[in-house]
């Protein structure tokens, strides 16, 4: 375009020597006010089509409004630049129209020079001096820009803020947007590939179930978390925020989702999140969330939706035991107890990651694979029987206690501990088993370490590590799992490869009996199993 400039208020407005500001048409002047015209949708990087970029704006009253002389503002890396819309339209009442770069069928005022930043930038809408709308993308609200995506507004009010790219397709080059066109809710892309409408979380719907913060070795992308659907609604899991933060000092780690896919949870359905892809068993994970390491100790958890204006649930954990689990369930009496799993077979840590959490409190699995209570033993229902704590040579695991039930009761021995205390040194062994240890009445019961079977001890219970004082008995006792006192004795001092034993009768068969040294022995016995001298599982001779 060639122009002559004669007086200088005919090139204010009758003329323009750039195409960012073409002939503005006589006709109406616009006069919509905030809200009335939003930015409902925009191209910033199109293929092909001759790189036709637009904007979509959409009338939210029942009337038409005028557009001419309105002023669009569009900024990249620098300032706001403001154009006039460049020819007399009116816009009607509910509709779309598409101001674009260039002609095209979609487009429907031509706005030569119009030109968006594809990394980060704002488009904004003004009427003479009143701000219509504004929307920031790219680096600046975290919407990015994808060659051949249009960016949409999901709902068409002023306060709406929700944006995301545009999927369906308009043209042979395969770009992807509505222009002109009703613009679908902002949703989520499900297993075929279909886009849908959310279906929004529900508040007290969702529950953290289970939760592992503290991996064996690194916690680098091995932790997870677990959480359960306990409505009778089904909903979709997205835009889901974990938010970890530290008690003492106040400081936050996140873990937010990224992802654009729609993930269905029914009633009671379990769900695992986690930072990383992880093996767990036959478990897999569900979403992979991006973010930094939680806290192993004195934590608050808090799971909400992105902005955190709903808050699903929170939890608060402390003393973090490596390699496993937190566990959350709720019992019979609508009461939710968290505590640490003892699920030993789901995943290479102690958890149950993707199946039903065990209940709280004293549990064990019995040989149906069934949750039951721990009958737990009481004072003189489990009793120190015989003692082999000096074995011949080297005692590398070697070491062993035979407990007896002199009860009419069968008992499990889950989360007993024996120890024994020598002076002031105290050395303390849990039986620790998800699976339940149970102890028959009248029956004999081997607590060994790891190498006794070298000396051909039937081990009921092995533990690694286990390592008695060889140089004095010292003081035994057993405690259960309520750190009640279930048994103690005073043994005699031990012989190299000889048990120490006591003789109990049916009628002696008491607390005091064997806390007494002298009804104690050195064993005289041999058996063709054992390689020392005592009788480990069998009942012992007199002394």
Request: aromatic fraction near 8%; charged fraction near 20%; charge should be negative.
């Amino acid at each position: 375009m060639i122009c002559r400039v004669l007086i200088p208020v005919l090139f204010v407005f009758l003329c323009a020597c750039s195409l960012d500001n073409p002939p503005l048409e006589e006709g109406p002047v616009c006069s919509f006010a905030q809200g009335e015209i939003l930015i409902s949708e925009i191209m910033p990087a199109p293929l092909g089509l001759e790189g036709v970029e637009w904007i979509e704006l959409y009338n939210t009253t029942d009337r038409d409004l005028e557009l001419n002389r309105a002023m669009l503002g569009i900024q990249g890396s620098g300032a706001v630049r403001w154009t006039p819309v460049s020819q007399y339209f009116s816009l009607p009442a509910k509709s779309y129209a598409v101001i674009g770069s260039a002609k095209q069928y979609f487009v429907d005022v031509e706005h030569p020079g119009l030109s968006l930043s594809n990394s980060a930038g704002s488009v904004s809408l003004k009427c003479k001096s009143e701000l219509s709308d504004f929307f920031p993308y790219g680096k600046l609200n975290q919407l990015p820009v994808e060659e051949g995506y249009s960016l949409v507004r999901s709902g068409l009010e002023h306060t709406n803020r929700s944006w995301c790219k545009g999927f369906l397709s308009y043209d042979d080059a395969n770009n992807h947007g509505s222009p002109g066109k009703v613009n679908i809710a902002c949703g989520c892309v499900d297993e075929t590939g279909m886009r849908r409408a959310i279906v929004a979380t529900p508040l007290n719907a969702l529950r953290i179930n289970e939760i592992f913060p503290n991996p064996d070795g690194s916690d680098t992308g091995k932790e997870w978390i677990e959480i359960k659907n306990i409505s009778e609604q089904r909903f979709d899991l997205h835009g889901v925020k974990i938010t970890s933060i530290n008690v003492a000092t106040g400081k936050q780690r996140v873990w937010q989702t990224s992802e654009n896919s729609c993930f269905s949870m029914g009633p009671g359905d379990l769900v695992l999140l986690s930072n990383a892809p992880l093996t767990l068993g036959t478990s897999t994970i569900n979403f992979i969330l991006e973010g930094e390491n939680l806290y192993n100790d004195a934590s608050q958890l808090v799971l909400s939706n992105a902005d955190k204006s709903l808050v699903y649930d929170q939890v608060s954990y402390n003393n973090s035991r490596s390699g496993v689990s937190f566990n959350r369930r709720q019992e019979k009496n609508g009461q939710d107890d968290f505590c640490f799993s003892k699920s030993e077979s789901v995943f290479e840590g102690i958890g149950s990651p993707g199946v039903e959490n065990e209940p709280c409190g004293l549990v064990c699995l019995n040989e149906g694979s069934e949750w039951m209570p721990i009958l737990t033993p009481l004072t003189g229902q489990v009793l120190l029987n015989e003692i082999y704590s000096n074995p011949e040579g080297t005692d590398n695991g070697r070491d062993w206690v035979e407990l007896w039930n002199p009860s009419a009761q069968g008992v499990h021995l889950n989360g007993l501990w024996v120890s024994q205390k020598k002076d002031e040194s105290v050395r303390r062994y849990e039986l620790q088993s998800s699976k339940c240890l149970y102890f028959p009445a009248g029956s004999y019961f081997v607590v060994a370490g790891e190498n006794a079977v070298l000396d051909n001890v039937r081990v009921d219970v092995m533990i690694t590590g286990l390592d008695f004082y060889s140089s004095a008995a010292g003081i035994f006792s057993v405690e259960n799992a309520n750190a009640e006192a279930v048994d103690m004795a005073e043994p005699k001092n031990p012989a190299s490869g000889v048990s120490a034993q006591v003789s109990f009768t049916t009628s002696t068969a008491d607390v005091e009996f064997n806390n007494n040294n002298n009804n104690w022995c050195l064993s005289g016995e041999t058996t063709k199993e054992f390689l020392g001298r005592g009788s480990p599982g069998e009942p012992n001779t007199m002394c």
